[in-house]
């Protein structure tokens, strides 16, 4: 994991942060008004967003992450090559958790897929950016290659 400055950002990354952050104002968060924003580049080259939304069971709330990744299933494409969300850390880093992880590993082959991360402050202001990678978010990850004879 190391921290980046929105200097080091690249023009792919820069539009995904945009999306991102104005997804999140659309997550529907009530309960824990805890509001993710989440942009997937697809293989594609098309950018996907998901924001969170939750339900008054407190079971059925989908994930920004998973939201972006069906969207980007939904469109077609089974390849992430970057993920990045949005997200309010006030007293530790903020990464995705681990059912978003395993959904990310789901589409790709690539230990080292780049996931930043991007954490606000109380008033949604950029704190801290991090960037890290599935394998270092979800070592020895679960895969099909676990139980099927390919
Ligand atoms: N949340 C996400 O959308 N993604 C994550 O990886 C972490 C948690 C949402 C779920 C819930 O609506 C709120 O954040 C608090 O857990
Ligand atoms: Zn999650």
Redesign the pocket.
């Known amino acids: 994991m190391k921290t980046l400055l929105l200097n080091d950002f690249t023009e792919i990354e820069l539009q995904m942060l945009e999306l991102a952050t104005t997804v999140r104002e659309n997550?529907y968060?009530p309960?824990?008004h805890?509001?993710?924003g989440?942009a997937v580049l697809g293989i594609d080259g098309e950018i996907y967003t998901g924001?969170?939304?939750?339900s008054a069971d407190f079971t059925l709330?989908?994930?920004?992450?998973?939201v972006a990744i069906d969207s980007m299933v939904k469109h077609g494409c089974h390849e992430i090559k970057l993920l990045l969300?949005v997200?309010e850390s006030l007293h530790a880093p903020?990464?995705?958790?681990g059912?978003?992880r395993q959904k990310t590993s789901e589409f790709t082959d690539n230990n080292d897929l780049k996931i930043i991360s991007v954490n606000l402050d109380s008033e949604s202001k950029i704190s801290k950016i991090y960037e890290t990678s599935l394998n270092e978010l979800l070592p020895n990850r679960f895969t099909s290659e676990n139980f099927l004879n390919l």
């Open positions: 997550a968060a309960y824990s805890f509001r993710v989440a924001c969170n939304v939750e709330t989908s994930h920004a992450e998973c969300i997200l903020s990464f995705p958790c059912l978003c």
